[in-house]
């Protein structure tokens, strides 16, 4: 497709369940990158991916966050054992080039509600 | 860590007249700046951006400005149409562009 595509769109979860989330970036985007966004907030830089490996996972809250993206291509979010506070919407970009000065395309996001 | 934030959460105007959202960031490391348009339900969307080493970019409409002396950055939108109603975020990044950092948002209402 054109964009950046992120499934599911809506996700609730039970307190404790583990969830996945998927993000699909523009073909041939070599950057990607994972966001929190809390209700009413900017989102927060969560990890960045260039091709398959993982150059920067700093904003990974704890560590039932893992994130993955085996070929260089669909990234997964997982969340382990949810809590509460996790509840958010999770965005995607992805950027043609080594990191982001060329301006990410962003995907409408997975929003979660965690019960 | 760094913060960018801005300085008015909600922003009401009439449709036609300009619009001047305002950002202030605390990381003079910043190289990079962008504004950002987000709408329910959305992914934020680029408008424009502009890199430290100016102080102005036009675009369609918008207008970024940069003064890294007191490290504020605004954005104008002319002749502002109900379609420009959304959450606006400037984002800031280092030489790396590795990760931005995002204010909290402004939301602008246009009143037809």
């Known amino acids: 497709g054109a964009g950046v595509s992120q499934s599911p769109r809506y996700k609730v979860a039970k307190r404790g369940q583990d969830v996945a989330l998927r993000c699909d970036p523009i073909?041939?985007?070599?950057?990607l990158f994972w966001y929190q966004q809390a209700l009413g907030q900017g989102p927060e830089f969560l990890t960045y991916f260039q091709n398959e490996a993982q150059l920067d996972k700093s904003g990974l809250p704890s560590d039932r966050f893992f994130a993955e993206r085996p070929e260089g291509s669909v990234s997964t979010l997982k969340i382990q054992r949810t809590q509460q506070e996790d509840s958010a919407v999770y965005l995607c970009a992805s950027s043609l080039g080594v990191g982001s000065l060329n301006g990410y395309t962003f995907g409408s996001g997975t929003r979660l509600t965690v019960v | 860590g760094e913060s960018v934030g801005l300085h008015l959460p909600t922003l009401s105007v009439q449709e036609g007249d300009n619009s001047i959202i305002n950002c202030a960031y605390s990381?003079?490391?910043?190289?990079?700046f962008i504004w950002y348009k987000q709408e329910s339900g959305k992914g934020p969307q680029f408008i424009i951006d502009i890199r430290s080493n100016m102080d102005k970019r036009q675009g369609q409409r918008v207008t970024v400005l940069l003064n890294k002396t007191v490290k504020h950055l605004s954005l104008q939108i002319a002749a502002t149409q109900p379609g420009d109603s959304a959450v606006y975020f400037c984002a800031e990044t280092d030489f790396t562009g590795n990760q931005f950092y995002f204010g909290t948002g402004t939301s602008l209402t246009v009143i037809p």
């Open positions: 073909s041939g985007h070599v950057s």
């Open positions: 990381n003079s490391a910043s190289d990079y």
